[in-house]
């Protein structure tokens, strides 16, 4: 049996006070919309909501919505605020759901297991993506997406190609996008004063180095300080 979250219209200005005093009363200032109809400004049960939001489902359950004077309408939460400070729902957008056409929502990805590269080899699992999106009849979608990833080895991949497939859902990430993956542990970052040391250690061993430069220029100084005098003794040869 579907949850049920009874609204009751709004009236009056749609404004930050009003709003303020809908919270005040202990309610939630909400709107409903969807194609045919035109949108609803409601008040809602804070308490009703949060027990959606942190079902299984999440923001992808579908429930009833019955307002005063009008029919029952199937829906699901598609936006929600909080105030920063409490965390405490301050808005909630709601939308009509018809059940036979196809939703696009993001449903959450369950790993499973502990890969071998984690256990043998010392890595880590890294889940890069926590949600997909995925395109199906509102009745079809799922909970979560679960994944066995106990077989990744050092650097395994897990890909959408790799999660489980259906008729009933089509996903709409790439199939080569990365789901997880097995990755080594990084090396710690060197410290200011690591670097430092490493930085003087070069420079005196640079210093170090000159002195052995200039010695190797001696010889070449000595060799032309020696033309000079090869070239004054051809000189008596010249005058003979």
């Not at 919270?23 to 804070?46: M, N």
């Not at 299984?56 to 009833?64: K, S």
């Not at 009008?70 to 829906?75: D, R, V």
Request: aromatic share 2%; with cysteine.
């Amino acid at each position: 049996m579907s949850e049920v979250v009874v609204a009751k219209p709004r009236e009056g200005k749609f404004n930050k006070n009003a709003a303020r005093r809908v919270r005040v009363a202990g309610k939630i200032p909400a709107v409903l919309y969807g194609p045919g109809h035109d949108p609803v400004a409601i008040e809602v049960d804070p308490k009703q909501i949060s027990r959606i939001l942190f079902s299984e489902t999440g923001h992808n359950t579908i429930f009833d919505v019955e307002v005063a004077g009008q029919s029952a309408a199937k829906a699901m939460i598609v936006d929600w605020q909080r105030e920063p400070l409490n965390d405490n729902l301050i808005h909630i957008d709601l939308k009509r759901i018809a059940l036979d056409k196809t939703l696009r929502v993001s449903v959450r990805v369950k790993l499973l297991g502990i890969p071998l590269g984690v256990k043998n080899s010392g890595g880590i699992l890294d889940q890069v993506l926590r949600e997909v999106e995925i395109e199906c009849l509102p009745a079809d979608i799922p909970a979560n997406i679960a994944v066995d990833v106990s077989h990744l080895e050092m650097h395994g991949v897990m890909r959408i190609s790799g999660l489980p497939h259906s008729d009933v859902i089509k996903y709409l990430n790439s199939e080569d996008a990365t789901v997880a993956h097995v990755v080594s542990i990084r090396e710690e970052a060197p410290t200011a004063a690591e670097v430092e040391a490493a930085a003087t250690a070069a420079a005196a061993a640079a210093t170090a180095a000159e002195p052995e430069v200039a010695k190797k220029g001696k010889p070449e100084d000595a060799a032309a300080a020696k033309k000079p005098e090869a070239a004054a003794g051809k000189k008596p040869d010249a005058k003979k």
